[in-house]
């Protein structure tokens, strides 16, 4: 049963060569089926595009946790703050950017009674700069969150209700107007992103393809990375930590360094999700949204990328599907994935695999049996 388990938490080869071969299909066909075929049978409309490019955001999500509860077994139920913060940072650059060069007044000075932006929006119309700060602002809280608890050893079952705690209360702060974000209407209003109209086909699928392109870059590089020594140090510190530390090796740093490129990456995604989306407020912050994101990579299977991303696009897909005929029943529907991934697939959707590669193996054992002795 233990070497079943471990099994199951090591990504495929060929599963992996799969995913990122569909990536790249996708990332050079999107580009042509929602340019220049957009009109013909062949061809894709901007509605889904978009809808491509929102799966291929929460894959890249799904993604992030995976590198820290899948290979690190941290489990984090917070990584909701870390997509807020990267939407929330393009955002104010989308809004700032329309105000200063397009002249096109903010909806958020108009219900916040501003006269003019607050000053900490200083330098937010320039791209690059807000680049930066999505980089930077959630490494830089994933660091201090991370050292703090990491060297308390913080862990299990705590750190998870810790980092549910925190996202909790960012999003009870952002409702609040007086924080200065938009309180519970968020921010909308979007017109341009890098010079183009935010509702063009050309930025839409330009959008879809980046966060693809970005989603296969993060792929094959996460996979070469826990591919490496320090991916088995990370596997040696989920399977058994406290020997390690026994052995002499200082676990901290690379549980922080991994939370930290965790935490990025799901900021990343949230920079990449808001423009397609149009609006971002405090719901992103909710607990609902960072147990999604559990679920897609326990469904997909911890420890395995591939699954991760699998796992990603099979829930949103089914959500955007069926949220279209009977809203009222996701959140139920949400519920029974969960239950049939603890009680049935506790390894996620690589239980069946396993499962398929055993029925074999039983056959011949049971046919080797049957024959009589010599």
């Not at 490494?139 to 996202?167: E, K, N, P």
């Not at 989603?215 to 996979?223: E, N």
Request: proline content about 5%; aromatic content about 10%.
């Amino acid at each position: 049963m233990a070497n079943d388990q471990t099994a199951a938490r090591v990504d495929s080869p060929l599963l992996f060569r799969i995913v990122a071969g569909t990536l790249f299909l996708l990332l050079i066909s999107l580009p042509v089926l929602g340019g220049p075929l957009s009109g013909s049978s062949a061809g894709i409309s901007p509605y889904l595009a978009n809808i491509i490019g929102q799966i291929a955001t929460f894959a890249l999500l799904a993604l992030a946790l995976d590198l820290i509860w899948g290979f690190a077994g941290i489990l984090s139920l917070g990584h909701g703050l870390f997509f807020a913060m990267g939407g929330y940072l393009i955002a104010m650059h989308m809004l700032k950017s329309g105000y200063v060069y397009g002249g096109v007044t903010p909806d958020i000075m108009t219900f916040m009674g501003w006269n003019e932006l607050p000053s900490y929006w200083v330098l937010f119309e320039s791209f690059p700069y807000a680049m930066l700060l999505i980089l930077v602002v959630p490494g830089l809280v994933a660091f201090l969150y991370g050292y703090v608890s990491f060297r308390s050893r913080v862990s299990g079952v705590y750190f998870a209700i810790i980092t549910q705690a925190l996202t909790y209360v960012a999003m009870l702060l952002m409702f609040r107007n007086d924080t200065g974000f938009g309180g519970n209407n968020g921010m909308t209003g979007f017109t341009t992103l890098l010079g183009n109209d935010i509702g063009s086909s050309n930025l839409v699928i330009g959008l879809a393809t980046t966060s693809v392109l970005v989603l296969l870059v993060a792929f094959l590089t996460c996979g070469a990375l826990m591919r490496s020594p320090f991916g088995r140090l990370l596997i040696a510190i989920r399977d058994d930590e406290a020997r390690l530390r026994f052995m002499g090796y200082d676990t901290l740093w690379p549980k922080l360094a991994v939370w930290c490129l965790s935490g990025v990456l799901a900021a990343i995604a949230g920079a990449l999700y808001v423009p397609q989306v149009g609006i971002i407020n405090p719901r992103l912050l909710s607990a609902e949204v960072s147990i999604e994101i559990a679920v897609w990579v326990a469904l997909g299977g911890r420890g395995a990328l591939s699954g991760a991303v699998i796992g990603a696009a099979i829930i949103s897909a089914l959500k955007f599907w069926l949220t279209g005929f009977v809203p009222e029943l996701w959140p139920f529907i949400l519920a029974g994935v969960v239950l049939l991934v603890v009680t049935l697939l506790p390894n996620g959707l690589l239980d069946l695999k396993l499962a398929m590669l055993r029925r074999p193996s039983r056959a011949k054992t049971r046919k080797a049996s049957a024959r009589p002795a010599a």
